[in-house]
């Protein structure tokens, strides 16, 4: 090997390999040589998308996990949703969905932080958090049938306006109670924003609102922005009232999400 070869320079020949072995040669090499925690890191973290085996798969990521660890941690910090991530696939493939929605929720939680300083979290980020913690059995407050049934009844007729509203919101709730006030705004500014929400999915929406709030505190839930809520009909009322009472039961049984999670790096 060169002695000028870093871990960059493999990690892009390893991205032009013409087979999955030559790339996971060319990834170890990357592993051997690289010389700081990032490196480490990074190199780690394609070894473990590069594996064969859950039981590499899972070595690998978290070696990723550790090497982070030990990085500054503005140089590391942009990549930890994608490294979280890759942690938590890895656990579910293995079986393990109690370690894979620890670490799922590590990605959310370092996700919203980098939006939160006004970095940009691809939307495919988060749709992948968020499946992945339902294919785990996670269910985060807020996300009730209901909103499903709306975002499957807005796709239907084409609704595009108000998806483009509701959708950022349903993909980035993991289950806090900021997370789940963000989404009733979202819902609410999608009811009353003239022509986004169709007299088909009027109810559902309003079904989707009263079933978000009846799921989070009552000091948490934000006041209703619908001043016009006159102009909703008796028997609009009436169903929101029946779906809302509905989720109680799922309430219940659902886990609370975004609570007891260390500060990052956790394993």
């Known amino acids: 090997m060169s002695t000028g070869t870093t871990a960059r320079s493999l990690w892009e020949r390893a991205t032009e390999a013409q087979s999955t072995a030559e790339s996971a040669r060319l990834l170890n090499?990357?592993?051997e040589v690289s010389t700081t925690p990032l490196e480490r890191a990074l190199s780690a973290h394609y070894l473990s998308h590069a594996a064969s085996g859950d039981d590499d798969r899972v070595r690998w990521?978290?070696?990723s996990v550790e090497s982070a660890a030990e990085a500054e941690f503005t140089d590391v910090v942009e990549y930890l949703p994608a490294i979280y991530l890759a942690l938590a696939e890895a656990y579910r493939r293995f079986g393990d969905a109690e370690s894979a929605q620890t670490h799922y929720l590590n990605a959310a939680e370092v996700a919203e932080s980098l939006e939160s300083a006004g970095a940009e979290i691809e939307d495919q980020t988060w749709a992948a958090i968020t499946t992945g913690l339902a294919a785990c059995g996670f269910v985060a407050q807020g996300l009730s049938e209901d909103?499903?049934?709306l975002i499957d009844s807005l796709v239907e007729s084409n609704s595009f306006g108000a998806l483009s509203v509701v959708l950022p919101a349903v993909l980035r709730c993991t289950g806090t109670d900021e997370q789940v006030i963000r989404l009733i705004d979202a819902l609410e500014s999608a009811y009353w924003t003239p022509g986004l929400i169709g007299d088909e999915n009027r109810?559902?929406?309003?079904a989707a609102i009263a079933a978000a709030r009846?799921?989070?505190s009552a000091?948490?839930?934000p006041q209703s922005s619908s001043a016009g809520i006159g102009e909703v009909s008796t028997a609009d009322l009436g169903v929101v009232a029946e779906s809302a009472a509905s989720t109680v039961t799922?309430?219940?049984a659902a886990e609370e999400g975004g609570d007891g999670l260390d500060v990052p790096f956790r394993l």
């Open 214 to 216: 009846i799921q989070i």
């Open 219 to 221: 000091d948490a839930a």
């Open 147 to 149: 909103v499903f049934t």
């Open 61 to 63: 990521a978290r070696l």
């Open 203 to 206: 109810v559902l929406t309003l």
């Open 29 to 31: 090499q990357a592993w």
């Open 250 to 252: 799922d309430m219940e």
